[in-house]
């Protein structure tokens, strides 16, 4: 059995054509569709959870919030052995359940598989974001590996508007990473590219599945300056805390200290940016990206070496 899982946040406004997307799907199995409501008050599933058009749909609460939290509730909720992840301002095309599945019926060491996102804009993006897609497109989810379906390698991630995992591997490998929150900027980001890491990491495969695709929804306020250094800084930020760089923080050590003054001086030179045009935040993403990199890798490293030695 196969259990669809759309984690949602208060997006009322796009949460029922996200589900209709479901519901409609081509796919001859049966399949669950679960609605995880990750939303302050559980708003969804007071508002949708009465409605005969949901019968089929199971509401389950989640909290507090963050959608890393969110995944594992689906996860520990979910009846199917395959669990399929929908967000809820994603629309799926009407084939996508049956060409996401279809990796697992063939290979027991499928993992954990994903499909091409194509970002939805509700209107013309701005002329800055228009010169500098080509960098960006990644921070609106975008993802495409092209047009054949393969195992991928290291470095090659999945996204979470679009990712399905074989159940009993998720729960083995300990589910989504819920220390990946940034709560400066209100992003919890990164937990899917660390669990697809985690995965192959533990000899599972990770694959591409090109004819499986989600359209996500880019609103007028993701279209802002913004937005999108919130975006870069809250990357930034989840590269760099990662697995030990969160718990060296919570534990206070030294490095701990050096890694907060180093992650406000990447968002700081990131909102230095605003309004300085495309090019400009292109450089800043850049920037951004591999200072994260650079001071995650130093925390992880370190972190080892404290811990093995006891500290």
Known sequence: MVTVAVCAFRRMDWIQ?????VLDQSFAEGFEVLVVDNGPGHMVSQALGQLDLYKRVRFVRSSPAGVARARNTALRCAQGDIVAFLDDD?????????ELVLPYRRDARVGCAGGRIVPAFVK?????????YGVLAHEFAALDYGDSSMVLGAG??????NLSVRKDVALRLGGFNESMATPWYGFEMGEDVEFVKRCQDAGYHAVWVPSAVVRHVVTEEKMTRAFVVRRMAARAVS???????????RQGCVLSAFLRV???YSIAQGLWVVGRGGRAIVHDRVWSWWWGVVVGKLVRHTGRDRLAAGG
């Not at 994603?90 to 049956?98: F, T």
């Open 17 to 21: 054509r996200s589900l209709q997307s």
């Open 90 to 98: 994603a629309i799926a095309d009407p084939l996508w359940l049956h």
């Open 124 to 132: 013309e993006a701005p002329k800055w974001l228009r010169e500098a």
């Open 156 to 161: 090659m991630p999945l996204y979470g508007p």
């Open 239 to 249: 590269a760099a805390t990662g697995k030990y760089g969160e718990k060296r923080m």
């Open 262 to 264: 180093m992650v406000h």
